[in-house]
């Protein structure tokens, strides 16, 4: 820069006075130009700066000053600016009445990664949190009949197709006793009718009560009663115990360990056995009439029982199987019949039948 307050120096011509300074004045001019020099020089000759690049040249005497920061301020998203160079105020445009807020992270967090699953996630200057649904592990694609399992959140955790449901193309109902139906049975479509056929209402009378009409029912009597307040059995022949009943109990009637009998002792209960047939256990006497070669047979008994048979007609024999013959050591075997007259008695005895008498009759 220039510097104020030079003074010149008059120089003559060699050893001329005229017009020139003399030595004393020179050199008090140089002191005073050096000093004014010295008092008017930069004590700066190093330029830093931050954001500012400083070149000198010092032939030309000259010294460039360049901005390597900030050279000018454009508006974004949510920001104004008063003015793009200068002393700049900028001001944003969001976070609610343009106050904004102090939030500098926002996440998403599921509380099961088995249920949601989150991307994206901490925002901490701008972008998308995305959300999906987790996989169950379920394989997508159509199922027939399916069996499906389901949590408490409605999702599908597994599913498997089934069996089909079935092929039937008729429906009835076989009513009991005391229904009919109608309508039965449905081959496609329509209405089966069910009625009560039996006792649809109870009414009480004389001397009843009844807990309901329909439903289950408790009927009782109303009436006071009788006046008999013992009840008895005796007998001359017969074991009896538990008698007199005088309000509730059981009278036990047994046949005592000997029995006497006087009179007749009459066993009349007879069959026809007929061939090809088993003879009944529930009577006695067991009789037969042959017309040719003919067969039955006879079951195990109980024991004690008495089991007779005879011959009344004579066409041809009558062979008798017997189970758990007595004159067997073990298994069946059999009585053949060969003429009017022939017969048997059978009692069974510790599980076999065995013959306590006999006319006529072959065992094998």
């Known amino acids: 820069m220039a510097i104020p307050g030079i003074q010149d120096i008059n120089i003559g011509l060699q050893n001329e006075s005229a017009g020139s300074d003399s030595l004393f004045t020179a050199f008090n001019k140089t002191q005073t130009n050096f000093t004014t020099l010295f008092t008017n020089a930069s004590p700066y000759n190093t330029f830093v700066g931050v954001g500012i690049d ?42 609610g009445n343009g106050a904004g807020g102090t939030v500098t992270s926002v996440a998403v967090t599921p ?7 989150v991307s994206g996630s901490p925002i901490t200057t701008s972008g998308n949190i995305t959300l999906d649904l987790a996989t169950t592990g379920v394989t997508p694609g159509t199922y027939t009949y399916p069996t499906v399992v389901v949590d408490s959140y409605g999702r599908v955790t597994n599913i498997a197709s089934a069996n089909s449901v079935g092929t039937v193309t008729s429906v009835g109902i076989s009513p009991g006793a005391g229904i009919s139906v109608t309508g039965s049975p449905v081959t496609s479509n329509g209405t089966m009718t069910v009625i009560n056929t039996g ?21 009782s009597s109303t009436s006071a009663g009788g006046t008999v307040t013992s009840v008895g059995l005796s007998s001359s022949s017969l074991t009896v115990s538990g008698s007199p009943i005088t309000t509730t109990g059981t009278m036990t009637v047994e046949l005592p360990a000997n029995v006497a009998v006087t009179g007749q002792l009459l066993l009349n209960s007879s069959e026809n056995l007929t061939s090809g047939s088993a003879a009944n256990l529930a009577v006695t006497a067991s009789y037969f009439s042959t017309s040719g070669a003919s067969t039955a047979t006879l079951a195990a008994g109980t024991a004690g029982q008495i089991k007779t048979f005879m011959m009344v007609a004579d066409s041809g024999d009558m062979v008798i ?23 048997c008695t059978l009692q069974y005895i510790n599980s076999k039948w065995f013959c306590i008498g006999q006319n006529g009759v072959t065992f094998a």
């Open 321 to 343: 199987t017997v189970t758990n013959a007595g004159w067997k050591s073990s298994g069946t075997g059999t009585i053949t019949f060969s003429d009017i007259g022939d017969g």
């Open 199 to 219: 006792v649809t209402r109870i009414s009480a009378g004389a001397g009843i009560s009844v807990s309901s009409p329909n439903g289950n029912i408790t009927i």
């Open 111 to 117: 509380v099961s990664t088995s249920r949601i699953t």
């Open 54 to 95: 400083a070149n000198a040249d010092s032939e030309a005497g000259t010294v460039t000053l360049t901005n390597t920061g900030v050279t000018s301020i454009i508006a974004g998203t949510g920001i104004i600016i008063d003015q793009a160079n200068g002393n700049v105020t900028i001001s944003s445009t969001g976070g």
